[in-house]
């Protein structure tokens, strides 16, 4: 089975600039996520999808960050305009959903801000 | 709110011999899982051993046991017979049960095993 597939892998951006991310989830999961871990710090959600609709953005800086999961399958995270402070790795994961909502994770992106 | 602690942020240990990862937890919800993750230099965030709160019984996988304390809100990960490939970042995580499965992870300890 395939796992979780994340591109690009690196991406070097100046501050102010846009970028966006990739996520295809593991075939048939109905939940998907996305995480900031920045250096030194365990990943932090920004935001979970269940099929196309958004459960939890709570944390999801609302005026530069935006994600949106097109027909429930695949993803996109887009930040706009970009900070040096988003400088981190973004993890997406999916799970097939309750009860135990078992994640799968990607190789995450490492986003650089200069 | 929910907060996970690592207090140990890196640890080593030779090859062959066992180690012990802390972590403890807050919460004033009963039902719940907790999670050891691995983070290998790639980055691939790996599912080490999960616990669910209403078993006493500890977990283990293998050489991966965990001693789970439930009034103490405290959950260690024992590695037995350290190889070289668990070097890595270790993640203790909390998940509320059958509320999304949105998890809650501690700031990591570092784990170096040395031949």
């Known amino acids: 089975e395939a796992g979780v597939a994340q591109s690009p892998r690196y991406k070097i951006i100046e501050k102010r600039q846009s970028v966006a991310f990739w996520c295809n989830p593991i075939?048939?999961?109905?939940?998907l996520y996305w995480y900031q871990q920045i250096l030194g710090q365990g990943p932090k959600l920004l935001i979970q999808?269940?099929?196309?609709?958004?459960?939890?953005d709570s944390q999801l800086p609302k005026d530069r960050f935006s994600a949106e999961r097109l027909k429930g399958v695949d993803s996109t995270l887009k930040i706009q305009p970009a900070k040096l402070e988003d400088s981190a790795v973004y993890l997406c994961?999916?799970?097939?959903?309750?009860?135990?909502?078992?994640?799968?994770f990607g190789p995450g992106t490492r986003l650089t801000v200069t | 709110a929910q907060t996970v602690t690592q207090s140990q942020p890196e640890m080593s240990v030779q090859e062959a011999e066992t180690v012990t990862l802390s972590c403890t937890y807050d919460?004033?919800?009963?039902?719940?899982?907790l999670f050891w993750y691995k983070q290998p230099p790639s980055r691939q965030m790996i599912l080490v051993i999960r616990?669910?709160?209403?078993?006493?019984q500890n977990a283990t996988e293998n050489r991966f046991s965990v001693n789970f304390q439930k009034a103490a809100k405290s959950f260690s990960l024992k590695i037995s017979d350290s190889q070289l490939g668990d070097t890595a970042m270790y993640f203790c995580?909390?998940?509320?049960?059958?509320?999304?499965?949105?998890?809650?992870f501690g700031q990591g300890t570092e784990l170096s095993v040395k031949p």
């Open positions: 994961a999916s799970s097939l959903g309750p009860p135990s909502y078992e994640q799968y």
């Open positions: 616990q669910e709160a209403y078993k006493q």
């Open positions: 919460t004033s919800e009963n039902n719940y899982y």
């Open positions: 995580a909390f998940m509320i049960y059958n509320q999304g499965g949105k998890l809650i």
């Open positions: 999808f269940q099929n196309n609709g958004v459960v939890d």
């Open positions: 075939s048939g999961h109905a939940t």
